[in-house]
């Protein structure tokens, strides 16, 4: 078995790394326990024999492990949000959404800083009040990591200060009475 790793940072450079050394991956994996504080300051390093790699932590949009191994004992739960990134070729076919009784499935597109785009599927459960509603919608700005699954196995995980803004497809339905209506142009 191996391990992918992928840091993409906020200038939108992708560093790609692999791990084949399974007496390694437990340290990786269990790293991800502490996933939560993982954009808050300390730096990332990723060293072999051949160089060292150092990440300031605000400087990573997302980190991607790519793995057939079960990561979800090492991660937060997503609670009521599912989010599973798309390939270019899904994201490009048709879709329409669909909010039946609680469930909801919406695309959304999250924007960093430097131009990386993420386009996932969001699958949840929605929330019963309306304020937990625009609650849940207004807070992904301020938590501390969004994970996503990987569309060929494993899981990635965003940065959300530094992301600039998402868009969710179709439309919410139940929008804050602050918001500002308009269509696109």
Same mark, same amino acid.
């Given at each position: 078995m191996a391990i992918g790793i992928t840091v993409i940072t906020t200038t939108n450079q992708v560093r790609?790394?692999? *791990? /084949?050394?399974?007496? @390694?991956?437990? +340290?990786? #994996?269990?790293?991800? *326990? $502490?996933? @939560?504080?993982?954009?808050? &300051? /300390?730096p990332l390093i990723i060293g072999s024999a051949d160089q060292t790699e150092v990440f300031a932590a605000a400087a990573i949009a997302c980190l991607e492990i790519e793995t057939t191994h079960d990561l979800s004992g090492y991660l937060p739960s997503p609670g009521n949000l599912t989010l599973t990134a798309l390939t270019a070729k899904q994201y490009a076919e048709p879709f329409a &959404?669909? =909010?039946? &009784?609680? +469930?909801? /499935? $919406?695309?959304?597109?999250?924007? #960093?800083?430097g131009g990386h785009v993420l386009c996932t599927l969001a699958e949840g459960i929605r929330k019963p009040a309306l304020a937990e509603r625009l609650m849940s919608l207004t807070s =992904?700005?301020? $938590?501390p990591m969004i994970t996503y699954r990987l569309a060929h196995g494993g899981v990635g995980l965003m940065n959300p200060h530094a992301m600039t803004r998402f868009v969710i497809t179709p439309g919410v339905p139940d929008l804050p009475r602050d918001a500002w209506l308009a269509d696109t142009a």
């Open positions: 790609r790394f692999f *791990q /084949t050394d399974a007496t @390694a991956f437990e +340290q990786i #994996f269990s790293s991800l *326990q $502490r996933s @939560a504080q993982l954009f808050s &300051g /300390t &959404g669909h =909010l039946e &009784g609680e +469930q909801f /499935t $919406r695309r959304i597109a999250f924007f #960093f800083t =992904l700005f301020e $938590r």
